[in-house]
């Protein structure tokens, strides 16, 4: 009898406990202690304010050791803001169970996993006047739940960038269709990646080759055509913290733990820009047996190439930029000629009568994930004798045929080796050259 009584005793003084426990997360304030909700139920929630930056500004120099380029005293960062127009922000966020307590200071080293309530897409909108930072700027939010910790990174692109014409209808409108980011239940932050999509050359290369005289002349090309957006990158913290990792409540300036400190984070540009201004001229190259004494070639479209175009990017660092991966295929051991040779993908394409000064001279502008790469351009040109003929002319890009733009501007010439250029993220290189040079007879790729 006295044990029933001292059961029935001690289950009354159980629910008072959590009828208090109760009433004191109900009106605990956020420096308060934190009450777990029952198993099986979601707990607390906070909802903080995000903001997104990214200034456009371009690096000079080596981007690790900051040495400056020739000629310039300093390092310095050179205005991005007039060319960029990045207007989406991709925030993703990847979450897993608190642990601190039951682990007493050693490592969590359990995985951040996809949290698909926290994936959504918001508007960055360029203001008019540049700000005195140079910043773009996004507004957002994380609704985070007790119990657990996060780590959130965000991705900028351009939603409004003009493929469809570039590309003869390859790819939509639109930076978002250029890439796809698979993330599905169990998604793990460290298998966290970009891949880039690419598309069939000869869809809108098609009169480049059915018009050729010659099917060797196909023979330095993969087939491929592919570009990359003009990503930027980066990770969120708390406002005022150095860790990447986001609790739910986090102490404060005043030492009390609070669960609605704002979070920033900074985004950087993660891959490279290619301008390429070429000006385009007639040439004198070998005649069609039936035109033995035509006048020279015209060019009336061309395609800039590269080797090495990488296609997968790992997003949880930053530092993914610098080992892109998945290169498109580049190499072909004999293939359609007598000896291995370089393959070629396309990365930007212009058709010569469209430019604004009447085809004297074409721009084409591309961005790259950082690499070494050979670059190459692929003309299609005609004649007229007695009957039109058409035909493609391929020629590399070395040094000796191209020119740079002075370091003190805001462009650099890339390291070369050999007649590879590497090109590093976040660099902005300005070519300039002719179309003779390229096609002159040590640099023709038939």
């Known amino acids: 009898m006295d044990m029933t009584r001292h059961s029935i005793w001690r289950k009354a003084a159980t629910f008072a406990a959590l009828c208090a426990a109760v009433t004191f997360a109900a009106c605990s304030s956020d420096d308060e202690p934190i009450v777990a909700a029952p198993q099986g139920q979601e707990g607390e929630v906070a909802e903080v304010p995000l903001t997104i930056t990214f200034s456009t500004a371009w690096e000079v120099g080596d981007p690790d050791t900051k040495t400056p380029p020739p000629g310039q005293e300093e390092p310095v960062d050179v205005d991005g803001w ?3 127009d990045a207007d989406k922000v991709r925030i993703v966020t990847f979450r897993r169970k608190d642990m601190d307590d039951q682990l007493q200071g050693q490592v969590n080293d359990a995985p951040f996993i996809y949290d698909p309530t926290n994936d959504y897409t918001v508007d960055c909108v360029k203001p008019e006047v540049k700000p005195e930072n140079g910043y773009f700027t996004a507004k957002a939010s994380l609704r985070k739940v007790y119990g657990y910790e996060y780590r959130v990174v965000a991705l900028a692109y351009d939603s409004k ?11 939509p409108d639109g930076e978002q269709n250029l890439f796809t980011i698979i ?9 966290f990646k970009a891949t880039l999509r690419s598309g069939d050359v000869w869809q809108y290369l098609k009169d480049m080759n059915d018009k050729a005289t010659t099917n060797e002349r196909n023979n330095c090309i993969n087939g491929k055509t592919l570009f990359v957006p003009e990503f ?27 669960k609605g400190i704002p979070l920033t984070g900074i985004l950087y540009r993660g891959v490279a820009k290619i301008v390429m201004t070429v000006g385009i001229e007639q040439f004198d190259a070998e005649k069609p047996l039936a035109a033995p004494l035509a006048g020279p070639w015209t060019i009336s479209s061309c395609a800039l190439m590269a080797t090495n175009a990488n296609t997968v990017v790992c997003l949880s660092s930053y530092d993914g930029f610098l080992t892109p991966s998945s290169p498109l295929e580049d190499w072909d051991e004999g293939g359609l000629l007598e000896s291995a040779h370089d393959l070629y993908t396309v990365i930007d394409y212009q058709n010569v009568s469209d430019a604004a000064d009447g085809g004297r001279e074409v721009v084409f502008t591309a961005f790259v994930l950082p690499a070494k790469m050979k670059l190459a351009m692929r003309f299609l040109a005609s004649l007229t004798y007695v009957l039109d003929y058409e035909s493609i002319f391929n020629g590399s890009i070395h040094v000796a045929n191209t020119s740079y733009a002075d370091g003190a501007t805001g462009v650099i010439m890339p390291d ?12 902005k290189y300005v070519f300039r050259g ?12 038939d």
């Open 434 to 445: 002719n179309s003779s040079s390229i096609l002159a007879d040590d640099n023709r790729l």
């Open 183 to 191: 993330l599905e239940d169990g998604t793990t932050f460290d298998s």
């Open 232 to 258: 930027f990158y980066g990770y969120c913290r708390a406002d005022g913290s150095d860790s990447d990792i986001i609790k739910f409540a986090e102490r404060g300036s005043d030492g009390e733990y609070n």
């Open 82 to 84: 007039d060319e960029t």
């Open 416 to 427: 070369v080796d050999g007649n590879e250029f590497y090109f590093r993220r976040n660099h």
């Open 161 to 171: 960038r003009d493929n469809s014409v570039r590309t003869g209808g390859t790819f």
